[in-house]
Each structure stands twice: as structure tokens, then as C-alpha cells.
């Protein structure tokens, strides 16, 4: 079903983004983690190159867990019972939620490593 404007469009896709925090645990728990970056970045005032970075890592685990929910939901629609081909796709869908929140861990210490070792210096 195509939607018939560009603004609807938006209102769906915000929608989605809000039924995502308000019905999955991972999404709140990334949600916190997320804040907590960036106001670790804003105490020790992080260089716009920085920013970058944790916005991207941040953007990256939440596309991966808004993919790994849809897929986690799609897998369900299609059966109610056990399938060791279902207990896959969802296995592989959260194991690139793993690889994307790791990524993003790395990518917050080198952030975040130099501004804490100068912040402990002083």
C-alpha cells in the first residue's frame, strides 16, 4: 500500500520510530546509552569530527535494531510455531545489532579516549 504524500510518508515512519520505543526494551536501553554519549561528549567538549563519529555509531545501532525488530515481527507473522530456519533469521538479525553496538563502542573510545586522558591529566 503506497502512501499518498510525502508528509504521510513521515507521519508513518515517525510512527513506526515511537511504537519501536514505546514496545522494545533494546530500543529504550540504546535510547539511554545514547543521551549519555552525547552528553559525555558535550561535558568534554568533543571536536565537530568527534560528532561525527558518534552520530554515525549512534545512527548505526539504531537502524540496526529497528531492522532486527522488523525482522523479529515479520518472522513471528509468518509462524507461531518453532522453526529452527526462523530461530536463524532472528539469530543473524541480532547478531548485526551485536556487531553494530560493538562497532560503536569502539568508535566511542577512540572518541572519547584522548579528551578523558587530557581531562585526567590536568
Known sequence: ???KSIGTSFKNAFR???AAFASER?????GMAAVLVILMG???RIDNSGWLAL????????????????????T???TD??????????????G??????AVSVIIGAMVFLGPIIGLIKK
Open 96 to 101: 548485526a545489532v551485536m556487531l553494530g553496538a
Open 42 to 44: 558535550i561535558v568534554l
Open 76 to 78: 513471528d507473522m509468518i
Open 81 to 94: 510455531q518453532y522453526s529452527e530456519k526462523a530461530k536463524k533469521v532472528k539469530d543473524i538479525s541480532a
Open 1 to 3: 500500500m503506497k502512501n
Open 16 to 18: 513506526g520510530l515511537l
Open 26 to 30: 533494546n530500543m529504550k536501553i540504546h
Open 55 to 74: 552520530f554515525f555509531a549512534i545512527g548505526l545501532v539504531f537502524v540496526c535494531e529497528l531492522f532486527n525488530t522488523a525482522i523479529e515481527i515479520l
